[in-house]
């Protein structure tokens, strides 16, 4: 977009928005009144000017030199609500109309940048609204944590001292302003309560703003009631071939790759064609390798070879030197310790000194005597897997973390794996560090975890069926009843560690536990009748009116659970049961057999 247009919505769109706020506040005329006026549409013009600037452009794996047009190479990808499909390209208006909303997808299925176009799209198409964005992750600081609030006064603020908070809070009251809030996934698990409510208290203070929460799926979100939950939807073969075609790549090499996408290798490869960063990290592996990978843990790996070996993807015969001149499984290592070290602390952002600390902890780990500037540089400069924001350096992609630190976890013989699997299970649910470490070293975690982990929880589960107990088994996995539309639901908070450890294994043994809870085959006709039998028995159990709105209720407050019979959950406990101790007999057996066989076989 030109400047002098750009520059002319951003003057209309602060001046409207000032004139609206100071009427609220001072005497229209005065001289107060025009000196705040001027200062009111200085600060949010600058910070419109400087993000949009910085919005507007895009570094990727494949632009690691270079910013590039976040326009030019933006494909909109489709969103659903429940079962509704929405276009990307009328998500807004969707957002706007719903006011409450949050958009959850896995990683790299690009929530981030959808927020950075909206951002961009309300500026310069003349919206009445003025976004602000907020990233989630930067709101922890090493001194102080601050709240949503009080970020974005301070960063409209630092360009004026004279604008208010007074001013602040009617600004977003009118509902003129779009509150972009990227990342929830992204806090400090600590923290993470305290900015959860600060957002629902937002919500309620200010219900005629626009809100938007990014985040990888969260149970959480669910008690939200307010709010509508999109889920991003995988790329379709047209977007993922029309994301390549925008992308300055070598022309030969990705003619070839979109033929491919067209003649088959989309369907072939689905899961990683339609996730838009995999696709990028495809394209990067695709010209050495011209294969891709059944495995996602390999997709990493080789994704990680190539820009390691080949530091400009744009320069087929360009190779920078290296500054610590470390053979590639030296330089796996300690990135790995570095990853594991900095997942455990819940880093993602770093200034200089900080991240040179981590370096150097992760170099003493690996027992290596090298620089840590020249490996920071390495990262940053050679294989590009950190990149600086300002001040602050960040992972290119948060999964690149997530990966190493499973890399570490499925090698390492110095960790109590036990203990550090269960820790990830129950406070990491909405990462990839544990299935990566499965896929890595599967006889490692499931000798060291899931063998020891099911055998001590059949041996509760078949005492309280035993006993008739559904209570006690219950309470091992769950904490409490829910009505929802399709029947009565069970809940699980954080602290459910077996919980969230049977969930874990039913993903793991996929193939197992669909044979106990397959999909459901009924009609919606079908399910909506089970669903009222359900409810009623529930209600009436808890004395509630059919008309009353019921929300979760605790396990320890349900005295008698006999009522438990009208519903799924009275067979699902002895599924559940039975799940788990096939689940158990077939690991064990495996490896009985595998210990048989390799003694029959090797020095006899």
Request: proline letters at 2%.
């Amino acid at each position: 977009m030109k400047l002098m247009g750009l520059e002319s919505i951003i003057t209309s769109l602060t001046k409207d928005l000032a004139a609206k706020v100071l009427n609220k506040t001072l005497e229209k005329g005065t001289e107060q009144y025009n000196k705040a006026l001027v200062i009111f549409e200085f600060c949010f013009s600058k910070y419109l000017r400087r993000s949009h600037e910085r919005y507007s452009k895009i570094k990727t794996l494949l632009y690691r030199d270079r910013p590039v047009s976040l326009k030019e190479h933006y494909v909109y990808t489709d969103l659903a609500l429940d079962k509704k499909k929405i276009s990307g390209t009328e998500i807004f208006e969707t957002f706007n109309k719903n006011r409450k909303n949050v958009v959850v997808g896995t990683a790299g299925s690009g929530k981030s940048v959808l927020l950075k176009k909206i951002f961009c799209n309300l500026v310069e198409n003349k919206s009445e609204f003025i976004p602000i964005l907020v990233e989630l992750r930067l709101l922890i600081q090493p001194d102080n944590h601050l709240s949503i609030f009080d970020y974005i006064y301070n960063s409209l603020s630092a360009l004026d001292e004279g604008l208010t908070k007074e001013q602040l809070h009617y600004a977003l009251k009118l509902g003129k302003v779009a509150l972009l809030f990227d990342g929830f996934d992204e806090i400090d698990f600590e923290k993470k309560e305290v900015y959860e409510r600060e957002i629902l208290e937002i919500s309620n203070k200010y219900t005629n703003s626009v809100i938007i929460v990014s985040s990888r799926p969260d149970d959480n979100f669910n008690s939200w009631d307010e709010f509508f939950i999109y889920r991003t939807q995988k790329l379709t073969r047209e977007q993922a071939i029309d994301l390549v075609s925008r992308i300055d790549y070598d022309v030969t090499v990705k003619d070839k790759f979109i033929n491919e996408l067209k003649s088959g290798l989309y369907n072939e490869h689905v899961d990683f064609i339609s996730n838009p960063l995999l696709l990028t990290m495809m394209l990067l592996t695709y010209e050495q390798l011209a294969e891709i990978p059944e495995k996602i843990h390999i997709f990493y790996e080789q994704a990680f070879d190539t820009l390691f070996h080949k530091h400009d993807a744009l320069k087929s015969l360009y190779k920078r030197k290296s500054y610590t001149s470390l053979p590639i499984d030296d330089f796996k290592n300690i990135f790995s310790a570095f990853c594991i070290i900095t997942y455990t602390d819940k880093k993602l952002s770093f200034t200089y000194n900080e991240i040179i600390g981590y370096i150097s902890k992760a170099i003493e780990i690996e027992d290596f005597e090298i620089d840590a500037r020249k490996f920071f540089n390495d990262l940053l400069k050679s294989v590009c897997i950190i990149q600086r924001d300002g001040n602050i350096f960040t992972f290119s992609h948060r999964s690149f973390q997530e990966y190493f630190t499973a890399k570490f976890l499925a090698k390492s013989e110095s960790l109590d794996l036990m203990k550090i699997l269960d820790n990830i299970s129950t406070n990491r649910i909405a990462d990839n560090v544990l299935r990566y470490t499965f896929e890595l070293n599967t006889e490692k975690v499931e000798k060291e975890w899931i063998l020891p982990r099911l055998q001590e929880l059949t041996t509760k589960t078949g005492k309280a069926l035993e006993e008739q107990n559904f209570k006690a088994f219950l309470s091992l996995f769950f904490d409490g009843f829910t009505p929802t539309p399709l029947g009565v639901g069970l809940t699980l908070d954080v602290a459910k560690a077996e919980g969230h450890f049977k969930n874990n294994v039913m993903s793991f043994y996929r193939n197992i536990s669909l044979k106990y809870f397959p999909q459901s085959n009924l009609t919606e006709d079908e399910e909506l009748a089970s669903a009222r039998i359900e409810n009623d028995a529930f209600k009436s159990a808890l004395n509630l009116k059919n008309n009353e709105k019921s929300e979760s209720v605790s396990l320890s407050d349900v005295e008698n659970i006999d009522w438990i019979k009208n519903t799924w959950i009275y067979d699902g406990c002895y599924k559940y049961d039975k799940m788990l101790n096939e689940i158990y007999t077939v690991v064990k057996r495996k490896y009985e057999k595998k210990e048989m066989e390799l003694s029959t076989l090797l020095f006899n």
